[in-house]
C-alpha cells in the first residue's frame, strides 16, 4: 500500500497541493466550532458548534454521486487527507460538517462519527447488511470502537446480537449495554489456527454451536472487521443465505476461508468503507435523539496523544478514546442538560464508567 497519501493528494489538483507537506496532522473524528468558512459555503457559517465526519470528496465529480464512497477520488480526511482533526484548528469540506448533538460535552460528541457511520453503513444502511428485525448478528469486538455501535444498532432495530469480547470486564460491559448473548473468547479458548497455515473447522463448529446456545440459531449477519484471525470462522457459522459483512483487517490482510462454505450455501461477503453524508448524517442524528449513545471510555489532553494512540494499538481500552484539544478540561460544551437528564447520564457514560 502507497502510503505517500499526501502526495498523492497533491498532485490532483491546485487545492490537492496545500496538503503536501513536510508534517501530517491526523485525526479522522472531530466536533467543534466553525471559526472561518469559504464563499461557497451555504449552510454553515462562523459560531456553528459541529461535529465532522471524515468522508473526503469532490462532490463536483459525478462518480461522488449516488454513493459517495464509490467516487473514483474518496478519501479518509486526516488520514489520506492533511489537516485533520488532532489539532487546535483543522481544515474540513463543508460537506463534512453535521450538527453537535446539543446534550453531549465536546469529547462525548466527537468521538462517534467515523465508527458509529461505519457501523450504520455496515448493517442498517441498504448499501450494507439491510438487516432487519430478528436477524441474529455476531459482532466481533462487540465492546469496541465498531462493536460498541453495532450492538446498539442491532438492539434497537430489534435484532438479536452476539457479542464477541474477550475478557470477563467485556462481558459484564456488554450485558449492561442490554446485549444478553455475549461468547468470551479468551474463556472459550478458541483456536482458530492450529498453525500459521492450517486453519481447524471444529473450531469453527465449536463457535457455530456457542452461537445457537445462545441465540438460537446461526448468524444472519457477520459483522467482520479483524480479518485474517477471524474470516474462515465468520463465513463457516453465516447462515446458509447470510451475509458476512467486512469494513477492516485489523488481524490482517491476507484472508483464508472454505470457499466452499461460501458458494454451496449461497452466502455472501459484502465490503463496506466508513459512509456516505447521508449515511453519516443519520448515525448522527440517533447521536443528536438520544437513540445511540457514545462508547467514550477516557480523555486525554492533545500532548499526551500519543498515550492514548498506544492504548488504542495494544487494545488496552474499551471503545472509543477522546482528545481535548482547545477544550480546557472534560464536560463542557452541553447545551440542553434537559434533554441529556431525560436521555439518562447512565446510560450516556456507561463505557466511561466502565473504563474509570
Same mark, same amino acid.
Given at each position: ?24 496532522? @491526523? ?15 451555504? $449552510?454553515?457559517?462562523?459560531? /456553528? ?8 470528496? /469532490? ?22 487527507? $492533511? ?7 483543522? @481544515? ?63 438492539? $434497537? ?59 438460537? /440459531? ?96 495494544? $487494545? ?19 447545551? /440542553? ?20
Amino acid at each position: 500500500m502507497d502510503l505517500d497519501l499526501r502526495g498523492r493528494l497533491g498532485k490532483e489538483s491546485h487545492w490537492g497541493k496545500r496538503h503536501d507537506l513536510p508534517y501530517h496532522v @491526523v485525526g479522522s473524528d472531530a466536533s467543534g466550532v466553525v471559526v472561518r468558512v469559504g464563499s461557497a459555503v451555504r $449552510n454553515w457559517k462562523p459560531g /456553528d458548534k459541529v461535529t465532522i465526519h471524515c468522508n473526503y470528496v /469532490d462532490d463536483q465529480d459525478p462518480s461522488a454521486h449516488d454513493d459517495s464512497m464509490l467516487a473514483a477520488n474518496q478519501r479518509i480526511w486526516g488520514f489520506e487527507s $492533511n489537516f485533520g482533526g488532532l489539532a487546535d484548528l483543522t @481544515v474540513v469540506k463543508a460537506n463534512q460538517l453535521m450538527p453537535k448533538p446539543a446534550h453531549l460535552t465536546w469529547e462525548e460528541a466527537a468521538c462517534n462519527a467515523l465508527t458509529n457511520s461505519t457501523s450504520y453503513r455496515m448493517l442498517v444502511s441498504r448499501n450494507g447488511a439491510d438487516m432487519k428485525q430478528g436477524d441474529v448478528v455476531l459482532i466481533w469486538g462487540a465492546s469496541g470502537g465498531l462493536g460498541g455501535y453495532a450492538v446498539q444498532y442491532v438492539l $434497537n432495530g430489534g435484532g438479536i446480537p452476539v457479542g464477541v469480547v474477550s475478557n470477563a470486564d467485556k462481558v459484564k460491559l456488554l450485558e449492561d449495554l442490554g446485549c444478553e448473548a455475549v461468547i468470551d473468547r479468551k474463556a472459550a479458548g478458541y483456536k482458530f489456527w492450529s498453525d500459521e497455515h492450517t486453519q481447524d473447522e471444529a473450531e469453527w463448529r465449536r463457535l457455530g454451536k456457542d452461537i445457537r446456545g445462545l441465540a438460537g /440459531d446461526d448468524p444472519d449477519i457477520v459483522f467482520e472487521h479483524p480479518g485474517r484471525q477471524t474470516m474462515g470462522a465468520s463465513v463457516f457459522v453465516c447462515k446458509r443465505g447470510g451475509m458476512v459483512v467486512t469494513c477492516a483487517a485489523t488481524s490482517g490482510y491476507m484472508i483464508e476461508y472454505d470457499n466452499r462454505h461460501l458458494w454451496m450455501k449461497l452466502k455472501t461477503i459484502k465490503a463496506s468503507h466508513f459512509a456516505n453524508y447521508k449515511e453519516a448524517w443519520e448515525a448522527n442524528r440517533l447521536i443528536s435523539l438520544g437513540k445511540v449513545q457514545p462508547i467514550l471510555s477516557a480523555v486525554y489532553p492533545l500532548v499526551e496523544t500519543g498515550e492514548a494512540a498506544y492504548q488504542v494499538h495494544h $487494545n488496552l481500552h474499551e471503545g472509543k478514546l477522546g482528545i481535548l484539544c482547545l477544550a480546557p478540561e472534560e464536560g463542557l460544551g452541553i447545551d /440542553d442538560p434537559e434533554f441529556r437528564a431525560k436521555v439518562g447520564e447512565d446510560r450516556i457514560t456507561l463505557f466511561r464508567r466502565h473504563g474509570a
